[in-house]
C-alpha cells in the first residue's frame, strides 16, 4: 500500500527542517568561517534519510548512494537582514489544493556578491506553527541544466532583530524532482534569481526534469 504523498511530504519536510536546524546553528551569523565539513556531513545524513526512511523518494532503491551536489561554495553564502513584510500576499503554491493559500509572504533579503544584486523574498507556511521556521523556494538560470528544472527550496530559522544566514550549499529539490507522486510546493515566479546559484543540490542523473518541472 503507498503512503499518501501529502503526509509523506509533511514527515519528512520535518526531518530536513530538524537537520537543517542543526547546520544553521553550527555555522551562524556569529560565525564568518566557512566549513565545507558541516555540509558534506548534512549531505551524507540526508542521502542515509532518503534511502532508510520509510516513504522517503530512495526508500530500498537498489543503486542509490548519493544526490548529486555542486561541490561546498562558500561564495554561495550571504549575511542578510530580513525585512519583514506585515500583512503579506497570501499565496496558493500547492498543486493538491488549488485555490486555498497555503503560504504568506513573510518578508525579504537583499542579497549582493560584486555587481550582482538580488531580492529574496521569505514565506511562511500557513500550517507551520513555529515562530522562527521559514521557506524560501527559488529558481535561477541553471534549472534545467545543472540543477532540477523546476527549482529548489531553502529553510531558514530566523530570529526577529537578527540578520540571518542565507546559504545556498542547503538548496534542496522538492521531492517531485525524484517521484512526480509527491506533491510539493510551486515555485514563485517573483523568486528567480538573475544568475545561477552553484550551490546544493543539483538535477538527479535518472530525472526527467521536463516531465515534472513546476508551472511558473
Known amino acids: 500500500m503507498?503512503?499518501?504523498p501529502a503526509l509523506i511530504f509533511g514527515i519528512l519536510a520535518v526531518l530536513i527542517i530538524l537537520v537543517t536546524f542543526?547546520?544553521?546553528l553550527t555555522f551562524g551569523p556569529e560565525t564568518e568561517e566557512f566549513k565545507a565539513g558541516d555540509v558534506l556531513d548534512f549531505r551524507r545524513l540526508k542521502n542515509r534519510m532518503l534511502s532508510q526512511k520509510v516513504g522517503a523518494p530512495f526508500y530500498q532503491v537498489a543503486g542509490f548512494d548519493s544526490l548529486?551536489?555542486?561541490p561546498p561554495n562558500p561564495g554561495?553564502?550571504?549575511?542578510?537582514?530580513?525585512?519583514?513584510?506585515?500583512?503579506?500576499d497570501e499565496l496558493d503554491l500547492m498543486p493538491d489544493r488549488p485555490g486555498y493559500p497555503s503560504h504568506r509572504v513573510a518578508g525579504y533579503a537583499v542579497l549582493k556578491k560584486d555587481i550582482w544584486t538580488d531580492t529574496l523574498f521569505i514565506l511562511k507556511d500557513l500550517d507551520e506553527t513555529s515562530d522562527t521556521l521559514f521557506f524560501v523556494p527559488f529558481s535561477?538560470?541553471?534549472n534545467g541544466k545543472e540543477s532540477y528544472g523546476g527549482g529548489r527550496y531553502l529553510d531558514l530559522v530566523i530570529k526577529p532583530g537578527k540578520p540571518v544566514?542565507?546559504?545556498?550549499?542547503?538548496a534542496y529539490n522538492p521531492y517531485c524532482a525524484y517521484d512526480a507522486s509527491f506533491v510539493c510546493a510551486r515555485i514563485p515566479g517573483f523568486?528567480?534569481?538573475?544568475?545561477?546559484?552553484?550551490?546544493g543540490e543539483k538535477d538527479y542523473p535518472h530525472t526527467d526534469s521536463s516531465s515534472v518541472a513546476f508551472p511558473r
Open 2 to 4: 503507498k503512503i499518501k
Open 165 to 170: 544566514q542565507i546559504d545556498f550549499n542547503y
Open 22 to 24: 542543526f547546520s544553521i
Open 76 to 88: 554561495e553564502r550571504f549575511l542578510a537582514e530580513v525585512i519583514p513584510v506585515k500583512e503579506g
Open 191 to 199: 523568486n528567480r534569481m538573475s544568475r545561477e546559484i552553484e550551490a
Open 140 to 142: 535561477d538560470p541553471g
Open 68 to 70: 548529486v551536489y555542486y
